[in-house]
């Protein structure tokens, strides 16, 4: 069964016209992140959330923003996507095994902008 | 900053071969974690190593962690089709806890 679930799976999507990728976990993780990933490319930290406590990365544009309304959702917020966000959007939740932080991945959101 | 490297990007392996990718990071690394990800598919954690000198192995799957804690491998025996795709080392982001750094990955095409 799922454990991290992203809706929808594929999003198409006007020049400009906002977006909202959603996220839910089953797994109880108090960290939450969002990841963009790019053909051929390592996924890229766009934020997380410890908690409630929000950690933006220095380059996510002001474009992106995200809210973590309990610990179960949250949601990734594209204002005004532009032909560069196009890209695979993907959900992770973490535990702690021996200290360290092990990521576990939803299926991801392809966004698509025409 | 800290940067974490894999090589090859690319590796074309004959079905039954062996191969090994290879990730290296800038900085001594806490631990170093692996993932698989599937053509069309998400990121999926295989195996997290923490101790210097460290062999953990997943059936056809050997994962090592150097003596100096700043490279890991990944060596595969007799590949099959089954292990197609592209597999990322991570590693923990800058003493930021909860953050990974991802190396590009090395993906892998597997002949029949």
């Known amino acids: 069964d799922a454990m991290v679930i992203q809706n929808p799976r594929y999003q198409v999507t006007q020049f400009g016209k906002p977006v909202t990728l959603s996220c839910s976990q089953t797994?109880?993780?108090?960290?939450m992140y969002w990841y963009q990933q790019k053909s051929s490319q390592a996924p890229k930290l766009l934020f997380h959330y410890y908690d409630k406590d929000f950690n933006n990365e220095a380059d996510t544009p002001d474009n992106f923003q995200s809210r973590r309304p309990n610990t179960s959702f949250c949601f990734l917020d594209i204002r005004s996507p532009g032909l560069g966000d196009a890209a695979m959007y993907l959900c992770?939740?973490?535990?702690?095994?021996?200290?360290?932080?092990?990521?576990?991945f939803g299926a991801g959101s392809r966004l698509t902008v025409l | 900053g800290q940067q974490v490297m894999q090589i090859p990007q690319y590796q074309h392996v004959q079905e039954g071969e062996d191969f090994t990718t290879y990730c290296n990071s800038s900085t001594t690394l806490s631990n170093i974690q692996w993932y698989k990800q599937r053509p069309g598919g998400h990121p999926v954690f295989l195996i997290q190593?923490?101790?210097?000198?460290e062999v953990k192995k997943q059936k056809r799957l050997t994962f090592q962690f150097g003596e100096a804690k700043k490279n890991s491998s990944l060596h595969i025996t007799a590949t099959q089709t089954t292990d197609v795709g592209t597999y990322f080392c991570a590693g923990p982001q800058d003493d930021s806890w909860g953050k990974l750094q991802f190396g590009a990955g090395t993906q892998v095409v597997v002949t029949p």
């Open positions: 992770a939740t973490s535990h702690t095994v021996l200290g360290a932080n092990v990521l576990t």
């Open positions: 797994l109880n993780h108090n960290v």
């Open positions: 190593l923490v101790k210097s000198g």
